[in-house]
Structures are given as C-alpha cells and as structure tokens.
C-alpha cells in the first residue's frame, strides 16, 4: 500500500472513529529547528489549528518532546496548553495543571551533575540544555570544525566514566545528549494508548532519531507520520513535508473530527 493510501485509508477511518489522540514531537515537527533554541516557535498557523483542536474537546492532544516542559511552554505559547511529556517521557503535565517527574536513580543524577560541570568548565554553558531528567549539548549554527570538535570532546569525557547502565550518550538532530536508561518516547506513547479506549484512532507525528522509539511503538496501533522537509530511512509508514504539508494535515484532523462530533445535520 502506497503512502498516499496508507493516508487516505486513515483519514476516512478517523472520521468514523469514537475517540481520537494526536500526539506530537514539538522541535523540527511543529516548529522549525534555530540555532536559537529560545526562538523555535511553531511554523505558521500550527498554534492557531491546536488551539481550535483543544477548544473543540474532539481529541486527546498530547506534545511528547525531549524538551523539559518548562522550556517548552513560553514556544507553545498556549494560555491553556495541553498534555505534555517532557524530557523524552520523564515529565508529565496534565490539562489540569497537574506535574509528575519520575524519579532518577543516584548514579543518574551524580553522572549528570559531572557532565554540567564538564560543559561549564569548556565554557559551553549557552549551548547546554540543563533537563530534569538529562543534559544536551547542542552545535546547532557552527562550523564543522566546531561540531567535530563538541562531539570529540565530549564523547571522550563520557568513554573516560567508568562504564553505567544508567546513562546512555546518543546522538540527535543538532547535539549530543546524555540520556537516562529507562524511559523514552515510545514509553510515553505506550502509557497513553493503555490509557485509550477500544477504538480510538491515534496519530504521532516527528522527526528524528529519537522518534523512532515512538514510530515503532505506534505501529499496528495508530500511524506513524515523520515531519522532516528530507525524507530519511524511518519506521514512520506517512511522510509530510513542512510546513504546508503538516499544517494541511492538522487542519484536516481538525475539520474532520469536528465534522463528525457536529453529526450530519451540523448539531452536537
């Protein structure tokens, strides 16, 4: 089945459905990628579409990003967000206000208090993000020599530890992030289909590496769209180009599943 198909079949399957969730990846899928990690704001006319889909109440809608929530909320720029998994499913913000961070071992925690201290002392506080539950490092905007030399550096600090199971050094779209073992995106995507009742037609959309832990979670469950302008090698069964592609895509989600919530005659 062709991807266009794969689309289609799913769309008309969604207006049918009972229950609906979208759940999203929000850096280089809902907004763009800036060397300017305080500046990523959402491609043009995704905030608005969201907004319309969480006023409506047709669908459970959920950011799973490997930001930490409080990082995220000032790009969101929504007076009533909704659910957020933060840093890559260890955080949890419910549309009640409700925050839960699941606790890190002592190994973790030491470990990532000497990676930032590490970072300072190379002087790359500015390009270090400080997560409850994690560190990055990113070189997004440098030269490759300057790249070549971050990810050198800080490989060699992490392979000179004595060897952890707690703590993995991975490699993302514009950095290098320890990370701790245990909870990922497809965890998060996990929790929220047990969540989901029988019948409920689910969508995650994202971009890179570290979504594919929620691509092949979703398999045979919902689908699985990457949102990236280059195709690449992925577990995803959809691809959109942004922006235009994806906002076409929630706006469809939108008027579809509102469509079917109003009934035939227009009335609720």
Known sequence: MSISDLRIRFIAQLEKAPHR???????????????ARDRAFPYEGVREILRNILDARHTRLVIISG????DLLPLLGMNRPPEIWGSHGWERLLPDGTYQQAPLSQEATLLLNQAAAFLRNQGWDSDSEIKPAGIALHWRGYNDAEIDNRRRHFSAWWESRPPSDEISLLEFDGGLELRPAGKDKGDAVRAILAESPAGTKVAFLGDDATDEDAFKAIAGRGLPVLVRPQFRETAAEVWLKPPEELVHFLAQWHTISLNSQMGPLGNR
């Not at 969730?21 to 060397?35: I, K, S």
């Not at 930001?67 to 409080?70: E, L, Y």
């Open 67 to 70: 930001r930490a929530i409080k």
């Open 21 to 35: 969730v979208l759940l999203l990846d929000y850096d280089g899928t809902l907004a763009p990628f800036r060397p």
